[in-house]
């Protein structure tokens, strides 16, 4: 019914950055809330960054003034500019989205398959 798909993840240096894509696509009716989470080997997940569908913004206080969560509505899309990366960034980043389906009551979260981001010191 419903697929989110990330993408830009990759190998990068210490101090460089990436920025990360998210697109939903299938039945759905509206999204709310859409965010970005990661896991590192060994460890949970965690929030990285949510935005509102207003564009309301929260950071996790370790990303806070290196990463910027943005979204484009028309395009049900979601993007993360990561900034200043560091190797503790290393981790899976899986998408995340709230939402409703066009013919289904109720909502829904769905989640991406994930993209690796590797920064190497």
């Known amino acids: 019914q419903v697929q989110l798909v990330e993408s830009g993840g990759g190998l990068v240096q210490a101090g460089g950055s990436l920025t990360l894509s998210c697109v939903a696509s299938?039945?759905?009716?509206?999204?709310?809330?859409m965010g970005w989470y990661r896991q590192a080997p060994g460890k949970q997940r965690d929030l990285v960054a949510t935005i509102t569908s207003g564009g309301m913004t929260n950071y996790a206080d370790s990303v806070k003034g290196r990463f910027t969560i943005s979204r484009d509505n028309a395009k049900n899309t979601v993007y993360l500019q990561m900034n200043s990366l560091k190797p503790d960034d290393t981790a899976v980043y899986y998408c995340n989205a709230d939402l409703t389906l066009v013919s289904v009551l109720g909502r829904f979260r769905y989640w991406g398959p994930g993209t690796q981001v590797t920064v190497s010191s």
């Open positions: 299938g039945n759905i009716g509206s999204i709310n809330g």
